[in-house]
């Protein structure tokens, strides 16, 4: 069974609601929709307090090349543009409306009959992405419509559709395989167009035995889509682990996947295109998990962006007895939320509940030298040694050995019996050296 090669582990998958068909989170009576929730520059207002809008209405603009759309997910008046507090605890701008009808704009095609056919060209494709306000869903929420125009002199061979949905607990991306697989196979087919390629992959990890055996036998009717079952371990779904899983190719050091000839899509950013190019519907809400060995209802939400977690979990069944923490995403790579009065945004894959007992670090001891961290770094690194270097403030150090390409995939913590926080000081470093490395590039 494929895999990527370097590192990894397998931790419990714990999916209690991988069975949990997606329902519609209910319509809260306030949203405040972030105008800066993915990679690159927010995006500016272009309403006003007072303003009405309609569901799909675009209420922010992209700034620069790196950026994204952002559109009104319900209707309503426009209370006030302010700041808002967000998972990591910022305070972020956004545009706050109060709810007063369901009205969208005429434009959406909200019937749920499925369009195949796309007879729009690359570049109308990559507008209309760009226009949607689409990002990257499985965690990294960078503008998707960047991803198909790869800089001069780069061409894409294969496109790669991540299916993996290897953190533990999540299974929203479960449930769209299963309840949109044709929708994000035409997806694909978009994609493959933008990008001028005829092979297409989507790799879904074995322990989704029921959306393998669908989409395989969706894909006979689709031209240059392969469905390529992987072995569980953690990261595959990090796109350079899933890219050497399928292709047998390794992106090098500080590269990006377009450079061996890959570009790698996300199941639901998929779906998103699909929406978005073929229903003429932009980005405004998506399919989140809230779950926890202890969650009375452990469900696939879909959410309209900007609602406040709190809504969600309310409608869920309401916060377990004897939670220890709450967790936005997973428990690999997810942040300890300070309070569930932050809004839902692109980026917002699920709410974990964890107990008193699993919440609890336990107390950090010194190195044994066991060097499991460095055997489960699915890039290679070692943790062990990037943290001694972070303790002593060494960045040039840091640098040399390849901080930056830590995808922060928490394995080294996972593994290490001396509870040391490994990813706790690299995190940290890397944020230090890459403001060290964008002010040398600066002058």
């Known amino acids: 069974m494929k895999s990527f090669r370097i590192g990894g582990i397998h931790p419990k998958e714990n999916k209690f609601s991988a069975g949990a068909a997606i329902q519609q989170a209910d319509i809260p009576a306030t949203v405040a929709i972030p105008l800066a929730h993915y990679i690159g520059n927010p995006s500016e207002a272009i309403v006003k307090r007072g303003d009405t809008v309609k569901v799909g209405q675009q209420i922010g603009a992209g ?116 309840e949109h697989g044709e929708e994000i196979l035409i997806g694909t087919t978009i994609l493959m167009k933008a990008l001028g390629v005829d092979k297409a992959i989507v790799g879904i990890e074995n322990n989704k035995p029921d959306a393998i055996e669908h989409l395989t036998r969706l894909a006979t009717t689709f031209l240059g889509i392969t469905i ?24 090098p050091s500080g590269k990006i996947p377009i450079e061996i000839g890959a570009v790698v899509f996300n199941v639901a950013t998929t779906f998103a295109v699909y929406e978005a ?31 406040y977690l709190s809504h969600v979990v309310e409608q869920a069944g309401g916060i377990p007895e004897g939670t220890g923490k709450i967790v936005g995403g ?27 007992d699993e919440s609890i670090r336990k107390p950090s001891q010194n190195c044994i030298r066991c060097a499991k961290c460095v055997s489960t770094c699915p890039m290679g690194l070692e943790p062990y040694l990037l943290m001694a270097y972070c303790e002593r403030n060494m960045w040039d150090e840091l640098e040399s050995n390849r901080t930056m390409d830590c995808i922060e995939c928490g394995s080294c913590n996972y593994t290490c019996p001396s509870h040391r926080p490994l990813l706790d000081y690299i995190r940290f470093g890397k944020s230090t050296v890459g403001n060290i490395i964008r002010n040398r590039n600066n002058k």
């Open 228 to 251: 390529q079952p992987l072995k569980v371990q953690y990261p595959q779904g990090g796109e350079k682990q899933l890219i050497d899983a399928v292709l047998r190719r390794q992106v």
């Open 277 to 307: 190019v073929q229903k003429n519907k932009p980005m405004i809400d998506r399919v989140m998990t809230i779950t926890g060995k202890d969650a009375p209802n452990a469900s696939n939400y879909r959410v309209r962006l900007g609602t």
């Open 330 to 356: 997973g428990p690999m790579m997810g942040r300890s939320l300070m309070n569930l009065d932050v809004p839902m945004a692109k980026g917002s894959a699920g709410v974990l509940f964890m107990r008193d």
């Open 63 to 178: 700034s620069g090349f790196i950026s994204a759309n952002v559109h009104a997910s319900v209707s309503g008046t426009v209370r006030k543009i302010d700041v808002q507090l967000d998972a990591s605890g910022y305070r972020r701008p956004a545009v706050f409306i109060e709810v007063e009808d369901d009205e969208w704009l005429e434009t959406i095609d909200r019937t749920p009959d499925i369009v195949r056919g796309c007879s729009l060209g690359k570049e109308e494709i990559i507008q209309k992405i760009k226009d949607a306000g689409i990002v990257g869903l499985g965690g990294a929420t960078f503008p998707a419509h960047v991803k198909l125009m790869p800089p001069p002199g780069k061409k894409a061979e294969y496109l790669i559709i991540n299916g993996v949905e290897c953190e533990p607990y999540l299974t929203c991306d479960h449930r769209l395989m299963m």
